[in-house]
């Protein structure tokens, strides 16, 4: 979830904190992620380390077009080492059609704390049959692994003493870079992700403490993201490039159109999330040819809201919150969102809607300190429903 307020230990990410929460407060001022030139990067090679793990051979990069057209293929990643000289690797399956086509790739686990995106991957890949497929889809599962060990949103590192690092804000990384996490960005995203994808989608879920709705957040100007997003029938879509840093922006900036879709509530699997975005992702290579079939539900059916903005709305106390509405939701100016009470019982903050729009994400805890969001509303967009819309 790419929402979160947080303010971090570095003078960088203070600075990045108040610019994301001017941000989100306002909805404009962050500077767009330019589609570069595609830059055609010299061919990589599949380098086998000469490890198996599990059963699973290891590469240090990989090329796609090396693998065994018409078949599944599973391997591990090798990443960044640990400071005890171990590596963290990563999970990758590839299923390499028996023709030429599209390559897509899709990842989970850039937050340590988001199964649902976890799930919604594999359960993708387990309905291919690449011997019928045409193109190449790749799954990346486990990205800030040390994060997914302790169910936290943040890589665990041991830079200055222990840090806690959102790997949202590293891409593309940098191999040479400043600590693990921004090494272990550099290293998936040179030599995995990149050279082996046309168009890419990057899972993630709400994060722990604030769970939110089935909603994509992506720039809808872009034709291709437009039309990636408008295949899942969702809840919403925050049209919004969001912020530097995160690994859409990082493949926007190489050429391949991304976005990010927001699978339901963290740490526990949102099996109804999960379908609807099981649905788009399946739609998404049937719309490209990867693999045969009718095109199922898509936002064209749901009656979706498309908002410019993801407005918070902070707790200016701290106490016990009473939430008086739920995800998608819709809601006008001054409605009245949530009550919050001391140990007295006695009301000490009454919170109203800013803005009318959509109920994109609420507090999952009964208490808050200030300053936390308590939910944030989807706004200064529309709903759209009917075919013909936002089709392409
Ligand atoms: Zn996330």
Same mark, same amino acid.
């Given at each position: ?17 108040? #610019? $994301? ?18 830059a055609t ?5 599949? #380098? ?9 051979k ?33 999970? #990758? ?23 649902s995106? #976890? ?6 890949m ?46 593309p ?6 600590g ?55 809840a919403?879509?925050?049209?919004n ?38 649905e ?58 949530? $009550? ?52 392409e």
């Open positions: 979830m790419l929402m979160k307020l947080m303010i971090g230990r570095t003078h960088r990410n203070i600075v990045q904190s108040l #610019v $994301i929460i001017a941000f989100a407060l306002t909805g404009i001022g962050m500077p767009q992620a330019q589609a570069s030139e595609s990067p010299a061919r990589i090679s599949t #380098v086998y380390t000469g490890d198996v793990i599990n059963g699973k290891v590469v240090s990069s990989l090329n796609t077009d090396d693998l065994e057209a018409g078949k599944k293929h599973l391997l591990y990643f090798r990443g960044v080492q640990m400071s005890t000289g171990q590596y963290w690797y990563v999970s #990758v399956i590839v299923a390499k059609g028996a023709k030429p086509g599209k390559r897509i790739t899709l990842t989970s686990g850039v937050h340590g704390d988001e199964m995106s #976890v799930q919604t991957v594999q359960t993708v387990s309905q291919l049959n690449a011997a019928e497929m045409s193109g190449t889809v790749m799954a990346v599962l486990d990205i800030a692994r040390p994060a997914m060990e302790s169910m936290q949103r943040r890589w665990p590192s041991s830079g200055r003493g222990f840090e806690l690092t959102d790997m949202n804000r590293e891409w990384g940098n191999e040479n870079g400043l693990a996490v921004s090494r272990q960005a550099g290293l998936v995203f040179n030599r995995l992700l990149r050279p082996n994808t046309d168009l890419a989608i990057d899972f993630h879920t709400g994060t722990t403490g604030l769970d939110v709705s089935s909603f994509h957040i992506g720039d809808m100007s872009r034709p291709e993201v437009k039309t990636m997003m408008m295949l899942y029938p969702v919403a879509i925050w049209d490039p969001a912020y530097p840093g995160v690994l859409h922006n990082a493949y926007i900036d190489a050429g391949i159109p991304s976005f990010t879709p927001e699978v339901g509530v963290a740490r526990r699997l949102d099996l109804k999330a999960i379908s609807i975005f099981v788009g992702t399946l739609n998404v290579f049937k719309h490209y040819g990867l693999i045969p079939g009718k095109i199922g539900h898509t936002a064209a059916d749901t009656n979706v809201y498309i908002g410019k903005n993801a407005t918070p709305v902070l707790a200016t106390q701290g106490g016990f919150i009473e939430l008086l509405v739920k995800l998608e939701d819709d809601v006008t100016v001054g409605q009245k969102l949530a $009550i919050q009470r001391n140990a007295f019982g006695e009301v000490m903050a009454e919170y109203t809607s800013p803005v009318s729009g959509r109920i994109g994400g609420v507090r999952s805890d009964a208490t808050s300190e200030p300053g936390n969001v308590l939910v944030f509303i989807l706004a200064d967009g529309a709903t759209v429903s009917g075919t013909g819309a936002y089709s």
